[in-house]
């Protein structure tokens, strides 16, 4: 290999050589390693002999490295990783560009669309990303399309035509020169590859793994899941974590599993082309891409921090499928009890929510969260509740229709935007804001549990400024430890790692 590939900017070689050398799975996702005299890219965890210092560069992205004219690693697949945790925990334009990315804005819209949602102009953008990760909007699209057609023609049974254009690729053209350059393979070899491993979905029923960087506090997550699981929208069983999904081409269903080091989600009446979104949105909602070896080394160190964090290491935030969705889910909890909550939120579901397009079992979720359009026409009709409540609930989602409410919004500009509307408070802004945009460094205000937590332990101003910034995981842990008794009733036994399921 020939190319004069220079490191990434944004990347310390000799942290990226320890990381490789070691072969440390902890760093998959967070960068690739070029290595010039195999002309390939591999993940840092990769089992193949250590290339020479002088031999290997270090890239961010995988669009980066094929830009380069590198080619995947067979052996290691290195766009099999989790997502890197940069663009969960950065808040800069690069961030969330690559957030929007990942959700297929760019497949679905265009670049111009994605430059028009970050509001930017589409020379200004690619020129940041360029300058940063070292390729352009496009050549990252690529990438993420290249990674979606790798996993349908290696995890379905799907016609190779079609994975092309469910992939996002305008051309059979366009998507055999890609695969070709990203895998050195063509689209049949790369299938063939992957059906020697077995486990192959169906065309209308796929199951993905969902890989996570470890330790993952399953208990936690499974709680937050359980314990807000609405009829009609959700269901869980004890061990699986079910619900409908709003997709852009059509709607589907998920049922969520916690294995050893993956979470097994199974996708059902799924639009192929809208894969990547429904994967996407599933990692944020467990907050999949977070390093929890970086923010409980922070946390672990804290005075009143450090036991909780010991107690439960993996801990991570409650993400967010749908903006609306969750804006108006937590509005609606407001000042009640959690089980009023559900029983509220269930009945809007069950008025306004639009039945799913298939057949479903007596106790399947059976229908999808109401559109924002459907609860500012109607949810007088159908919300209880003091007036002003109901008021504020459809004043809300009247401005949902029009509000960014993605996870590529800046952050403080979505709680400025909360904020001007009818009853949202301190505590309602710094929860959307949490699990839409993944904010790590929230600590949320006006919080009856957090306050009995920070009063309990003694905490004080400087305290929580010190835990900046994981200030999110740090609310987490003072909720963890003030519901433990409701988490171990709820969650009685730990997840299911047996077998190999995909």
């Not at 699981?229 to 069983?237: C, I, K, N, Q, Y």
Request: glycine content about 8%; some cysteine; charged content about 25%.
């Amino acid at each position: 290999m020939t190319s004069t590939a220079t490191p990434s900017p944004a990347l310390d070689f000799d942290r990226c050589y320890r990381a490789l050398s070691g072969r440390d799975p902890r760093f998959d996702g967070q960068f690739v390693a070029t290595v010039l005299t195999t002309g390939i890219y591999c993940r840092p965890s990769c089992p193949a002999r250590t290339p020479k210092p002088e031999n290997v560069r270090f890239e961010l992205t995988t669009a980066a490295a094929t830009a380069r004219g590198f080619r995947a690693c067979r052996r290691c697949l290195p766009d099999a990783t989790p997502g890197s945790p940069l663009w969960n925990t950065r808040a800069d334009l690069v961030a969330r560009a690559m957030r929007l990315i990942a959700d297929g804005l760019v497949d679905r819209d265009g670049v111009g669309g994605l430059a028009a949602a970050l509001g930017y102009t589409e020379r200004h953008l690619s020129r940041v990303l360029t300058a940063e990760l070292g390729a352009g909007t496009a050549a990252l699209a690529r990438a993420h399309r290249a990674s979606s057609a790798r996993l349908l023609l290696t995890r379905t049974d799907m016609p190779i035509g079609d994975v092309a254009f469910a992939s996002g690729f305008s051309s059979i053209r366009q998507f055999n020169d890609t695969v070709r350059d990203f895998y050195d393979a063509t689209p049949s070899a790369l299938r063939a590859a992957g059906s020697s491993r077995g486990d192959i979905s169906t065309s209308d029923r796929i199951t993905v793994r969902l890989p996570f960087r470890p330790p993952y506090d399953a208990a936690w997550t499974l709680y937050g899941l359980a314990a807000h699981a609405v009829t009609g929208l959700e269901r869980w069983d004890g061990s699986t974590f079910e619900r409908t999904l709003r997709l852009p081409h059509r709607p589907a269903s998920v049922r969520l599993a916690v294995r050893t080091d993956h979470v097994s989600a199974s996708f059902e009446h799924l639009d192929m082309r809208d894969l990547s979104a429904a994967v996407n949105r599933v990692r944020r909602l467990l907050d999949l891409d977070a390093d929890p070896i970086v923010i409980d080394d922070t946390l672990r160190g804290d005075r009143l921090l450090g036991g909780l964090v010991a107690r439960n290491p993996g801990i991570r935030i409650p993400g967010s499928v749908d903006g609306v969705e969750t804006l108006i889910r937590i509005m609606m909890g407001q000042q009640i009890s959690l089980n009023a909550a559900r029983t509220r939120i269930a009945r809007l579901v069950a008025a306004l929510g639009e039945p799913v397009p298939w057949e479903t079992d007596e106790n399947s979720p059976d229908r999808l969260f109401p559109t924002a359009d459907a609860i500012a026409a109607h949810g007088p009709e159908v919300l209880t509740g003091p007036t002003r409540s109901v008021r504020s609930i459809t004043d809300a989602a009247a401005c949902g229709i029009h509000m960014e409410l993605h996870a590529g919004v800046d952050a403080s500009n979505l709680r400025a935007d909360l904020l001007r509307l009818s009853g949202v408070g301190d505590w309602t802004a710094d929860q959307v804001v949490m699990r839409v945009t993944g904010d790590p460094d929230v600590l949320t205000r006006a919080d009856l549990v957090i306050d009995r937590a920070i009063a309990a332990l003694g905490v004080t101003a400087v305290d929580t400024a010190s835990w900046s910034p994981w200030r999110s995981y740090a609310t987490m842990h003072l909720w963890r430890h003030q519901l433990a008794h409701r988490v171990d009733e709820t969650v009685a036994r730990e997840p299911n790692t047996e077998g190999n399921t995909p």
